[in-house]
């Protein structure tokens, strides 16, 4: 079709050639003249035939100038019957030439969208997180390789995939981001956990009177998968409401066993709403997001959390932090620069690794929840960390500060205990707290960061990695909140624009709650640690402390228009150490892991 077009303009400029040259000489012969105009009425019959196979409606034809011998004498009506007709047929050809640039350009047109059909292209995506990656862990100054609900991915993948988001966009003014990443991780350990990629950092690392203790463990996990979604819309410039659900796999079904297949299921990772009024400095949060209490790179904002980079979603002992449904009010002062939050997050105790002690007259150890009934027996038994009954919620309050250089807060924390004892069914509450503070230090500007973090208190062990016990059961059944003590240092270095190096070193330490040296509290002297240093033996002795340092990095070999890819290696070294008894006996365990990841975040 295009190569006809072409010959008939070539014709047309063919005789608009021989007219000028006609013109030129200022006369022709008679038979050239007739000749010329045969021709010429040719091309314009052919031009209407061209034009109305584009579509364009028809021109009325000028007839050519009957230059024969009788008028071969009239020589100035000619050459102004030339003059015309070159106009015309000068015209004949812009149009010819606009109908065929316009068929090219719709048949174009319809090559990209059979493309686009083809392709199922249905929407776009945008760059996060990373934090909730989340993001998706966080660092000081760059979006984390693990999780950061702020910054699931880095880098827009390649492709026109803007409908739906536009559709949303123009129906509800509102912008949905999707993010996350997919992960493959290989786990080994010294010591069986029986673990996937969540390591249990206190009871799981066993002490030498158990098979676990002398065999190691290997295994493969997609688990960490991790989905993120962020909603924002602004009704005006100084209101900001916003959105964001993250999910993983570190959820389970009673049949999740990895043989032919398995039932490993989605769990609530992050989901919370926010209200933001810039002119007010004011910030709001309700839904279940990391504690107010976890490190913050800048700020107080959920999405500019401070998590570590570890492969492990157990992070590292003396790390400060809880994933808890939360009503958050922050407000910023001073451009931004100081930062005051309180929160009212949902309670729980943690009660795993407490032996379950009382006199006889308190009745059985049937569990912590309503009603607390005891045993006996000292030491018969451990709670399985069931859930408590609480009557308020954990108040924490926290103050930040960013100067211009680092990154500086501290907070303190309020809890509420509740249990009821023996027959008399009289509800008490018990009330313990504590604080800490954290900082963030840019020595080398992007290139290496120092961290440091801190608390201590009384019934705190839910906000750290190991999993304290929160109290301990006294002989009347009272509850006595447990002092404990934790840190955690951190070193971040980016040598390069595609690695991270990292090194934690931590502690999680609590004090012993006994009475005398009877066989009641936490930590007691009445029982044996014998046990403990013997296959087979009995063992029963009480946590302590739990040390760990972790070393790791992660290399980025891909990042660009089609999101980025990474992989990333770790090795932590873990000490769990234990009460003495009244013989002097304090077992202690070690544990090694180690850890490959590959991750691909192609939002």
């Known amino acids: 079709m295009f190569m006809l077009g072409e010959c008939r303009l070539a014709r047309l400029a063919l005789h608009l050639a021989i007219l000028v040259f006609v013109f030129l000489m200022g006369m022709a012969p008679a038979y050239a003249a007739d000749a010329i105009s045969q021709g010429i009425q040719q091309s314009l019959e052919a031009r209407q035939r061209q034009l109305a196979f584009y579509g364009v409606p028809p021109q009325p034809v000028v007839s050519a100038p009957q230059i024969g011998k009788e008028t071969a004498s009239e020589e100035p009506s000619s050459i102004t019957a030339l003059q015309e007709q070159i106009y015309n047929l000068q015209k004949e050809i812009a149009q010819l030439q606009t109908a065929q640039q316009t068929a090219q350009l719709q048949t174009a047109q319809q090559t990209v969208q059979t493309q686009a059909a083809q392709q199922n292209i249905q929407f776009q995506t945008v760059p996060p997180l990373a934090p909730p990656q989340m993001a998706p862990n966080a660092e000081a100054e760059k979006l984390s390789p693990h999780e950061t609900p702020a910054s699931a991915g880095s880098a827009a993948s390649g492709g026109d995939r803007s409908s739906v988001h536009d559709t949303i966009k123009q129906k509800t003014g509102v912008d949905v981001t999707l993010g996350g990443f997919f992960d493959a991780t290989t786990i080994y350990r010294s010591k069986n956990e029986s673990a996937d990629i969540t390591s249990n950092l206190n009871t799981g690392v066993p002490f030498n009177n158990v098979a676990n203790a ?256 929160d109290f301990a059961i006294m002989p009347d059944g009272a509850l006595k909140p447990i002092h404990e003590q934790t840190a955690m240092v951190g070193a971040v270095g980016h040598p390069t624009s595609t690695w991270d190096a990292y090194l934690y070193a931590g502690e999680e330490k609590v004090f012993r709650e006994n009475s005398s040296t009877t066989a009641y509290g936490y930590g007691d002297f009445g029982t044996s640690n014998s046990g403990c240093y013997t296959p087979g033996g009995t063992c029963s002795a009480s946590t302590s402390s739990v040390d760990e340092i972790i070393l790791g990095f992660w290399k980025r070999f891909y990042e660009g228009n089609y999101g980025k890819m990474q992989a990333g290696m770790q090795n932590s070294i873990l000490r769990r150490n234990a009460f003495s008894d009244a013989s002097g006996n304090a077992p202690h365990a070690y544990e090694d892991i180690a850890m490959l990841s590959f991750r691909y975040y192609p939002f």
Request: overall charge negative.
């Open 214 to 469: 002398h065999q190691s463990e290997y295994r493969e996990t997609a688990r960490g998968t991790r989905v993120t979604l962020k909603v924002e819309g602004e009704p005006d410039k100084d209101t900001k409401l916003g959105a964001w659900l993250e999910s993983d796999f570190n959820s389970a079904a009673s049949t999740a066993t990895s043989t032919s297949t398995n039932s490993y299921t989605p769990r609530l990772y992050q989901g919370y709403l926010t209200y933001d009024r810039s002119d007010w400095g004011f910030h709001a949060l309700a839904g279940q997001a990391f504690s107010l209490l976890t490190m913050n790179k800048t700020g107080i904002l959920p999405d500019k959390v401070n998590n570590v980079l570890t492969i492990d979603p157990s992070y590292v002992a003396g790390f400060n932090y809880t994933r808890n449904p939360q009503l958050r009010v922050v407000e910023d002062f001073d451009d931004k620069k100081l930062w005051l939050g309180l929160s009212a997050e949902s309670p729980q105790a943690v009660t795993s690794g407490l032996p379950c002690t009382a006199n006889a007259a308190s009745g059985t150890c049937s569990g912590f929840n309503s009603t607390y009934s005891v045993t006996s027996a000292p030491n018969s038994s451990s709670f399985a960390n069931p859930l408590s009954t609480d009557t308020a919620p954990d108040i924490i309050m926290k103050l930040a500060y960013d100067p211009g250089w680092g990154h500086y807060e501290v907070f303190g924390i309020t809890r509420f205990f509740h249990d009821n004892v023996g027959t008399s069914l009289h509800n008490n509450v018990y009330v313990g707290g504590g604080g800490g503070g954290s900082m963030i230090l840019p020595v080398v500007a992007k290139y290496l960061s120092l961290q440091a973090q801190f608390m201590m208190g009384n019934g705190i062990g839910r906000y750290g990695p190991t999993q304290m016990p």
